[in-house]
């Protein structure tokens, strides 16, 4: 069974991720062009044969990508996702403010995948009144990229009521990859708050669909 490649794995890149900031921040990862050209946009652009050059560094193939200094830790959480998410996932176990920093790079970047996974996250997870604050400021300039998280911004429905419950039995009941365990724990501690204090707690556990969910979810 062939190996799978690991970022920083300078043995079998091929490619050196350059990622800089305005400050002088210069931070080199290495990289694999499959990866990259396959799940983003951007890093297929600028390695395939149109683009006009690429540049060289350490004999590998290097793209440039520049950030705020702020920014740099949801690039690097990005590139590192990038090799985590096989298919449409929501394993996005970094938090509400770092899922909605990683989201931004997604959209950046041109990641569906990724895109997807944040967006799911969000809609998915509790939020402290700074986050939905943070959230009201970014999601709204990025259309219908996050619908979801859009609709939840709306008045209170069943049908969302539904629809967040839902996804949190399934955050809750899934196997996700070790170090994205907050995620599932976060979805279990929403559960746990809508069936017992939340003013719609009783709607929740009579929900047929909500009933047949938690029974498929635990077999």
């Not at 560094?57 to 520049?66: A, G, H, K, Q």
């Not at 990005?78 to 929501?90: A, E, K, N, Q, V």
């Not at 990683?102 to 809609?123: D, H, M, R, S, W």
Request: charged residues 25%; contains cysteine.
């Amino acid at each position: 069974m062939k190996a799978r490649n690991r970022i920083g794995d300078r043995s079998t890149s091929d490619v050196v991720v350059r990622l800089r900031t305005q400050d002088g921040r210069d931070d080199w990862f290495y990289c694999h062009s499959h990866v990259l050209v396959e799940k983003s946009n951007y890093f297929a652009d600028r390695l395939s044969e149109n683009w006009p050059t690429c540049q060289i560094l350490d004999s590998r193939n290097c793209v440039e990508v520049y950030c705020q200094e702020l920014d740099v830790d949801h690039h690097v959480n990005f590139l590192r996702l990038l090799y985590l998410i096989d298919g449409p996932s929501d394993d996005i176990g970094y938090g509400v403010m770092n899922a909605l920093g990683i989201l931004q790079v997604a959209v950046k970047l041109g990641c569906p995948q990724i895109i997807t996974a944040c967006v799911n996250y969000l809609e998915a997870v509790p939020w402290e009144e700074a986050e939905e604050e943070e959230i009201l400021r970014i999601i709204p300039g990025m259309g219908s990229l996050a619908g979801p998280i859009l609709a939840r911004l709306q008045p209170v429905s069943p049908s969302a009521i539904r629809r967040i419950f839902l996804r949190a039995i399934r955050f809750a009941t899934s196997s996700p990859p070790l170090p994205l365990n907050d995620l599932k724990t976060s979805a279990q501690e929403q559960l746990e708050y809508m069936l017992t204090e939340d003013d719609d707690a009783p709607l929740l556990t009579a929900d047929h669909e909500i009933k047949s969910e938690l029974g498929r979810c635990i077999r």
